[in-house]
């Protein structure tokens, strides 16, 4: 399984960018649920959003309402759609497929499998 993150870049707060996570491998295909985790400096890595199979996500209470996450057409590409990007944004963004999802009370939990992409840097800054 090989996944290609890209899309990251310099942007000054409150603009935009799309990270892009293109997948191959036997293991990816429509029922692969993929997330989008973050490493800031000094942090531990946190999970930033995920999408299961369906249309289905879930989001980090700190980019409610400012990131989209989403699949491609084609269903092997996720992407997160960021704007209104504030400087503690800042981090390595990484993709990750095919991880656990349980579900809850209406909602669900995704756990990282150990398929990650290379990680894309995303900083926010004036």
């Known amino acids: 399984v090989q996944l290609q993150a890209s899309g990251g870049g310099l942007v000054q707060p409150g603009g935009s960018l799309r990270l892009s996570c293109a997948a191959s491998g036997s293991i990816f295909g429509i029922t692969t649920a993929m997330g989008w985790y973050r490493q800031a400096p000094g942090k531990q890595r946190e999970l930033v959003a995920a999408?299961?199979?369906?249309?289905?996500?879930n989001y980090a209470d700190s980019v409610e309402g400012r990131f989209t996450i989403s699949r491609g057409n084609a269903k092997n590409t996720v992407y997160l759609q960021m704007n209104s990007l504030k400087p503690e944004d800042t981090a390595v963004y990484y993709c990750n497929a095919a991880g656990r999802v349980t579900w809850y009370s209406g909602t669900f939990d995704y756990t990282n499998s150990p398929y990650w992409g290379q990680g894309t840097q995303v900083t926010v800054s004036s």
């Open positions: 999408i299961t199979s369906g249309i289905n996500t």
